[in-house]
């Protein structure tokens, strides 16, 4: 058996801490840990390459660079004249009358690295009133750290924010196993795969007609999103995106758009994958020498494939996608053992599918040197706000003003604070969060001058301000950046000072104090 957890089928579990438990035979133990998307930021294509340079993987590994490939020219809001001109149908999509269906999942391991990082998705999601239900799915735990997760889940989740927030455990799934099933290395990210396939068949709120292969009628309408843990929400996720002007899109994607998630129809946040894909031995991968997605063009697969998370699509289409996935994602692995294989992989399972996904661009901020991303949103916020300073829109704006739906300010649905972010001397890194800080010990974030976004220097991290350690900015960072670091900020400090008075008997530490960029000043002493 692998290390770190039974083999057990875990279940759900929400307020009423109830698990659903099954034979774990039909899930190979191969599992993950929540992904962090690694790549270069050019903005080229990413061409697939046999052999890549094993020293270059692992610095993109600890440089934490985020998949996006492409450049600013790329993108353009979609105009009311192509609405017109553009065929859709009637979706099973989130309205006023059927939001609840939308239910957000997101896979994680065991780490405390990833608990601080759930509860804050959590807090996001309860501080701007998510509609619907969304899901933790925990892996590899050890039956030790499952009963703990559980009860902090129940005390510090469930029971303040909602019952709907759930924590769903499975087995350790992340082992690369050889042909003869010897375990011969780890790849954590098989866990986003692996970890939906079973929560689909294992979770009371969901569930799969085992003879059909496919989920229950009655939840085959859900909407499912599935998210990054480091992903916080600033908008609510739904399957109708047809407020224009809440809605980027990139040029290749506008012909023949669509509106809102359907059967059929998936949406994605665009990422910089490309044709990648298309290089891989589809025969080998799918088994299938008349697989759909060796009919796939360039054109199309670039229109239609290159998608990450936030993935959009109703409970029918997502599980179908899972099984696809979790078969596809080894061979993937085999053929290029290096990061994103599980992003090629799911790729893949949409194209032999036939199921095109709807690339859209406003789903996600996350590098601020590439395009194809919400920024252009960003870049405008003063404008549309009238408000001089990012940082004070985003520090001091109420959630009605800004986050709510009625909000007429377009916004990033989510942060995905994979990069490192720094203006001045200010910075933030999801790897420089301590571990701890959601306690009653711990304080929270100093908090960032509302003039940040002014500044048009910053100052590398483990070096003191000084004008001879200054670094000149490009034109458009310096507001990025700020909108990022004083965005993610306000919520973890809205998400602490929500756990301290919560969950804290007598004094909680309430000062806004800790400062990362003085604390690789401090470490380097």
Known sequence: GETGGDNRLRGTAGYSSSNARGDGNSLAKLC???????????????????????????????????????????????????????????????????????????????????????????YSAYR?????????????????????????????????????????????????????????????????????????????????????????????????????PDQVLLKHISGDMSDLKMTLVSNIAKDGRKFKVEHGTPFGQHYGLGTGWKKFNADEITGDPNSHAKEVGQHEASKHYPVGPPYIATARDMYQIALKWVEFVPKVHKEYPFLLAEMYAYCMAAAHLNLPHQLVDHLMISNVNCGGEAWPFVDSLRQNTGQENVCETMMTGSVDYLNSPQSTIPLPTVIHFCQRYIVGDTF??????????????????????????????????????????????????????????????????????????????????????????????????
């Open 128 to 228: 701007i009133h998510q509609p619907g239900k969304i899901t933790r799915i925990a892996s590899g735990c050890t039956d030790q750290q499952e009963e703990k997760e559980l009860a902090w889940h129940t005390e510090h989740i469930s029971s303040v924010m909602s019952e709907d927030f759930r924590i769903h455990f499975t087995p350790h799934f992340s082992a690369v196993k050889d042909e003869s099933g010897k375990v011969n290395g780890d790849y954590k990210f098989f866990n986003k795969p692996m970890g939906l396939k079973h929560w689909f068949e294992n979770s009371p709120d969901m569930g799969v007609d085992g003879s059909q292969g496919m989920v229950l009628p009655e939840h085959e309408d859900t909407i499912i999103a599935l998210l990054d």
């Open 428 to 525: 933030f890194g999801k790897r420089k969060t301590p571990h701890d800080f959601f306690t009653c010990e711990h304080p929270l974030l100093k908090e960032p001058a509302f003039d940040l976004d002014h500044l048009t220097f910053k100052i590398p991290t483990g070096k003191a301000l000084a004008d001879e350690n200054k670094e000149v900015l490009k034109a458009h960072q310096p507001v990025r950046e700020a909108f990022t670091i004083c965005g993610i900020t306000r919520i973890m400090n809205e998400a602490g000072e929500f756990f301290k008075s919560h969950g804290c008997k007598g004094d909680a530490n309430m000062e806004k104090s800790y400062d990362m960029h003085a604390s690789f000043l401090k470490n380097n002493k």
């Open 32 to 122: 993950g840990t929540c992904v962090l998307f690694v790549m270069l930021c050019v903005a080229v294509p990413v061409f697939y390459r046999h052999q890549p340079d094993i020293q270059q993987q692992q610095q993109l590994n600890e440089g934490g660079r985020n998949a996006k490939l492409r450049s600013d020219a790329m993108f353009t809001p979609i105009t009311e004249e192509e609405t017109s001109s553009t065929s859709t149908k009637t979706a099973t999509a989130t309205t006023d009358d059927d939001s609840n269906k939308v239910h957000i999942v997101f896979s994680t391991d065991c780490s405390s690295f990833q608990h601080w990082q759930s509860y804050l998705l959590f």
